[in-house]
């Protein structure tokens, strides 16, 4: 595989000397009188400039090369701005979700000891009200009005800068490909979120493998909903249209405003997570609304029920494409499947309880099925790797696969595993291969339920449940220690259905769990009193572990 660069902040230079012209990033900002959609926007020429001028002015105030900085700026210009500024100077971003627990968010980056802090005033009123790693961070930049406790604006930022490069045109410093890049957490759906260790091959690699996995060609219109993916748009030459939502609450996107955004700038790739795609199929789904431009949508962060895969492609052309792609914070993307095949091989195997078909593995990755255990092991040969159709722990080695968690030894040696000179992620999920060479997922290694009489996975069982019309979605949870744990499925309702109903609901469940070999010992059945909780990320992750502790209150 060739690489154009070490650094990735050197595609978007190669896209600014190739298409300077082409606007890379459109920031709606509501309507005019005539009801057109007004907007901001930089072109690459002008991203390009930007960001060598706001990298230089990071150097001259001390945010170089290797300082770990912490950046929470909202989806905006600045944002995509800072993040190839942050490249370009060498400096480590830290990256973590806004909307996580607030003592999650001081644990992380007590976890990172970050030295650095670039933020909205709302951000650093955080930062000094919580003490947010409050021993480490020496520097704080300030983005949008108001300042107070020292540091500098983005202006004064801007200043240095231009005086640093004095006519010259900057760029990106010179790295090497094992160097840091950036600290990204976990979403923390089955635990504390973690910081992984991206070096600056995991990120290059990542653009290639994205490239060739979807085809992606610069000039595209992109509309990530999912910020973090946006900023892959300019170093894959995409014009990049920031939508109008809360990116830490997809499931309660207004459709309308997306599908106005979409026609408006005729976007061709929309990224979302299964609850944003549940959220616009429904609504279009009913009213019979066509999306011409839209010839592929990218959904992750949770699998993706078919009904939600059958409405969103009734919303694209023909030739339209719906992908599923898995993969994790830790390493992505490892296998992907399109909506056409995945319908033709899961439908009615995952109703039945095969789990859910996650595809073919993207080259050059290599996977590998292994028994599963919580024991950390040094070397390979200490794992036992299991035959095709048999169901293991998933594990992975390829370029993007990372290699360690900042500050977490233990939880390093627990999920790596070294293969000669590779590094293999063990994902923490479960699976298998058919005799086709599919990847099948079936649910995480810690949610899976073990009774007397076998292994239930999340993923295998929940689809049989997850059929009967007035099941929005259920939850398979243990009762019990393991090894001896009672089976019992938390349901989340469709709305307004009654309590006098639950009775019924749950004999005809009783009845459709005979019918199957992997569920007739399943008996036991509560309803949830509101919406399931899911990750902050992808409002997506149900969060059985929270459901278990409710289920035994």
């Not at 951000?123 to 300042?147: C, P, Q, T, Y």
């Not at 290639?208 to 992109?222: K, M, V």
Request: hydrophobic share 40%.
């Amino acid at each position: 595989m060739t690489h154009l660069a070490n650094n990735i902040a050197e595609y978007l230079t190669r896209q600014a000397t190739d298409r300077p012209h082409q606007v890379a990033i459109f920031v709606p900002y509501g309507r005019d009188r005539m009801g057109r959609q007004a907007h901001t926007h930089l072109s690459y020429a002008q991203l390009e400039h930007e960001s060598n001028t706001i990298a230089a002015g990071l150097a001259a105030y001390g945010i170089g090369r290797g300082v770990r900085t912490v950046l929470m700026v909202r989806p905006s210009l600045e944002l995509f701005i800072l993040m190839f500024a942050l490249y370009k100077a060498g400096a480590v971003p830290v990256l973590v979700d806004p909307g996580i627990d607030r003592r999650a968010l001081s644990t992380c980056l007590a976890l990172a000891q970050p030295e650095a802090f670039v933020g909205i005033p709302l951000a650093h009123f955080g930062r000094v009200l919580f003490r947010w790693a409050s021993g480490s961070i020496k520097r704080k930049v300030w983005v949008g009005k108001g300042r107070f406790g020292g540091g500098i604006g983005y202006g004064a930022l801007r200043e240095l800068g231009e005086k640093a490069l004095a006519g010259k045109p900057g760029g990106a410093v010179d790295v090497n490909p094992d160097d840091p890049a950036a600290i990204l957490f976990t979403s923390g759906s089955t635990g504390v979120p973690k910081g992984v260790v991206y070096r600056h091959r995991h990120f290059v690699a990542q653009v290639d493998l994205l490239r060739s996995a979807f085809d992606i060609r610069p000039g595209e219109i992109d509309l990530p909903t999912f910020p973090p993916f946006a900023l892959f748009d300019p170093a894959l030459g995409m014009t990049t249209v920031i939508p109008d939502m809360d990116p830490t609450r997809p499931a309660l996107a207004d459709p309308t405003r997306l599908i106005r955004t979409i026609e408006d700038f005729g976007i061709s790739n929309l990224f979302g997570s299964p609850a944003l795609v549940d959220t616009l199929s429904r609504y279009g789904a009913v009213r019979g609304i066509k999306l011409p431009t839209l010839k592929r949508v990218i959904s992750a962060g949770a699998p993706v029920p078919l009904p939600v895969i059958e409405r969103m492609l009734k919303m694209l052309p023909d030739d339209g494409q719906l992908w599923t792609p898995y993969g994790a914070t830790e390493c992505l993307p490892v296998a992907v499947v399109e909506s056409r095949e995945l319908a033709a091989v899961a439908k009615g195997s995952t109703e039945h309880g095969a789990g859910t078909l996650v595809g073919h593995v993207v080259v050059p990755n290599r996977v590998r099925i292994i028994a599963p255990d919580d024991q950390p092991h040094d070397d390979w040969a200490q794992v036992q790797e299991l035959e095709q159709g048999q169901i293991g722990e998933i594990t992975v080695a390829g370029p993007t696969a990372t290699d360690s968690y900042y500050g977490l030894p233990e939880q390093t040696a627990r999920a790596k595993v070294r293969d000669g000179d590779a590094i293999v992620h063990r994902m923490g999920d479960m699976g298998y291969f058919d005799e086709q060479g599919r990847l099948w997922f079936c649910g995480r290694k810690s949610q899976r339920v073990v009774t007397p009489n076998g292994t239930l996975y999340t993923e295998r069982i929940e689809p049989i449940f997850n059929g009967h019309p007035q099941v929005y979605r259920s939850a398979l949870i243990g009762m019990g220690p393991a090894g001896a744990q009672t089976p019992v499925m938390v349901l989340e309702l469709e709305p307004d259905i009654a309590n006098s109903e639950h009775q019924r609901i749950f004999a005809e469940l009783r009845e459709l769990a005979g019918r199957h070999e992997l569920t007739n010992g399943i008996s036991e059945f509560r309803v949830y009193p509101k919406a399931f909780p899911v990750d902050i990320r992808h409002n997506a992750k149900i969060g059985r572990e929270k459901l278990a502790v409710w289920a035994k209150g």
